[in-house]
């Protein structure tokens, strides 16, 4: 939410639309997210004294990146930190299931293959809260993402997923932010 002071504090959901796809698929609820912009400058000096001078500075290169965590686990983000594809697989009765045991009855189990998917690139929309009377909207247009540190299988705590990404540059810019009232 954004308050009163115009400071940002809580939450919200982060979406992914895959390149080439039209459906936003949701991320999760964001523990923690960022972005950060750099700029790489060529400097010129004057040397014309003893004592060399900045004369001019001009930006040659922008960087964009991002970093978010979730902690809700889902299909979708899983496959995306396991670098993955899901699908799915059937089973009838008599068939071993992959924990071993024996279908009772026909089932179908999610399937993830991992690393078959090691280039994850598509757009991210970050949803704001809607707690205050206004909410932040990020819009980024191209992101290529990869999973940050470990897959938590056996912890005591809630598991996150960490994430970081590149924010390329498109025709319309890094990224675009909205602050909406809400309920707009």
Do not use: C
Request: net charge negative; glycine share 10%; hydrophobic share 40%.
């Amino acid at each position: 939410m954004i308050t009163q002071g115009d400071r940002y504090i809580g939450g919200g959901i982060l979406e992914f639309k895959k390149s080439g796809e039209t459906t936003w698929v949701e991320i999760g609820e964001i523990q923690e997210a960022k972005i950060n912009m750099s700029v790489t400058f060529a400097d010129a000096f004057s040397k014309d004294r003893v004592q060399k001078k900045l004369v001019e500075k001009v930006a040659k290169e922008i960087n964009s990146t991002t970093s978010f965590s979730t902690q809700k686990v889902n299909v979708h983000n899983l496959a995306m930190f396991l670098l993955g594809t899901e699908s799915t697989e059937n089973y009838s009765i008599g068939d071993e299931l992959p924990d071993g045991s024996i279908a009772t009855e026909a089932t179908t189990a999610v399937k993830i293959k991992a690393g078959d998917n090691p280039v994850i690139e598509g757009s991210l929309r970050f949803i704001g809260d809607e707690d205050g009377a206004k909410k932040p909207v990020i819009l980024i247009h191209q992101a290529v993402i990869t999973p940050s540190g470990d897959l938590p299988m056996i912890v005591d705590e809630f598991a996150n997923l960490s994430y970081e990404g590149a924010i390329l540059e498109t025709d319309d810019g890094f990224y675009d932010e909205y602050l909406m009232d809400v309920g707009a």
